[in-house]
């Protein structure tokens, strides 16, 4: 399925696609030897080694995890963001991240490096306020999203892996965690060992358009499809899941499109198992244009969007748990979001 190397300096055409984040994993390797020994942001640092098929990567974190930050939680959530979108996590905090949602839960946000001095001085305040950040010195952009995702993965395995399941989000997704723990408790998720839930993408097509943001060459990815996977703003797994997929790292060939490697390929060589739960993964659909059409046609209907009255289970709680926005759409306002997820309704006959 992969060369072991793409042989992108071969391949003009996919020249173009990789040449910037190969430039970026040399400007980034050449930082970490430089400063091998220095501190992240001001705290003690741990260095994390992610070795894949055809590169190996090392990236610290600054801090050491108590894990008994974790004791008693049923899920750990870990949010992807960027250094600068402080107000961002701010909202976070203040809706679906707020005290009475995480009773049960736990929650950090994986940051990359910071590039100013007043940026390294906030982040030390806002650890120091919250102690939900993690600082890394991975670069904040896209193609390095998929090591601030094995981040997530690396701190649950080796800190906090009596945690049993395991949310990966986004930052601009919006989800209730005391919601996720009562369907955890109340055994919706049965007994997977290796398991992901979320909404599940098939027969997706790599993109072979060298300007694409996506562009993936054919000497890299030979394949016509990809593996079913789960769409990647927001996912369930469960421990052993997050467990055998690193376990698998060294055997995958590095993909930065990370749903696709992470949940798709490794999911597939480990044997995790995939599972569709629509019910409680939903868009956020339901925002009108100035002629009151509705804003995501392609998604908007039953199955995918979230709706004002829901199907609840036997304790009157709303299955739907979590809503992001479709592609190709504009971040959702976060404070609106989280109210109309908050404010579903049951549909009594739909109960069960």
């Known amino acids: 399925m992969f060369k072991a190397v793409p042989s992108f300096l071969k391949s003009p055409a996919a020249k173009v696609a990789y040449v910037f984040l190969f ?26 080694n992610a070795t894949f098929a055809n590169y190996f990567l090392e ?24 250094v600068k979108l402080f107000d961002q996590r701010d909202l ?35 650890k120091e306020l919250y ?13 390095f999203t998929a090591f601030k995702v094995h981040a997530g993965y690396y701190i649950h395995n080796t ?17 209730l965690p005391d919601r996720f723990v009562h369907f955890i408790k109340t055994g919706y998720f049965g007994n997977e060992d290796k398991a992901i839930f979320g909404i599940l993408l098939r027969n997706t097509q790599p993109v072979r358009d060298p ?3 996506w562009y993936i060459p054919m000497d890299y990815y030979n394949q016509s499809t990809f593996p079913t996977y789960v769409n990647g703003p927001a996912y369930l797994m469960t421990g052993k899941s997050v467990e055998a997929i690193l376990e698998k790292t060294k055997e995958t060939t590095f993909f930065w499109i990370e749903d696709v490697m992470f949940t798709g390929l490794m999911a597939e060589k480990t044997q995790v198992k995939l599972i569709e739960t629509l019910e409680l993964f939903k868009f956020h659909c339901n925002k009108r244009d100035a002629n009151g059409v509705a804003a995501f046609n392609s998604w908007d209907h039953v199955g995918y969007c979230m709706r004002e009255v829901g199907s609840c289970d036997k304790a009157g709680i709303p299955y739907v748990t979590l809503i992001s926005h479709a592609p190709a759409f504009q971040r959702p306002d976060i404070e609106l979001a989280y109210s109309d997820l908050v404010k579903v309704r049951c549909n009594e006959s739909s109960a069960k």
């Not at 930082?31 to 994390?48: C, P």
């Not at 990236?59 to 960027?82: H, M, N, P, W």
């Open 23 to 48: 430039i970026e994993l040399v400007i980034f390797g050449l930082w970490i030897k430089d400063n091998a020994k220095a501190n992240v942001t001001g705290y003690s640092v741990v260095t994390v």
């Open 59 to 82: 990236y610290k974190i600054g801090e050491q995890f108590d894990s008994k930050r974790c004791d008693g939680k049923q899920l750990f959530v870990f949010v992807i963001t960027a």
């Open 92 to 126: 976070i905090r203040k809706t679906w991240a707020n005290k009475k949602h995480l009773q049960d839960a736990f929650i950090v946000f994986i940051v990359g490096q910071p590039k100013s001095r007043l940026h390294e001085e906030l982040l030390l305040k806002e």
């Open 131 to 143: 102690s939900d950040v993690v600082v890394t010195n991975i670069p904040d952009s896209y193609n």
């Open 159 to 175: 800190y906090c892996a009596h945690v049993p399941f395991i949310l990966r989000a986004d930052d601009d997704i919006v989800t």
């Open 211 to 213: 300007n694409h943001k």
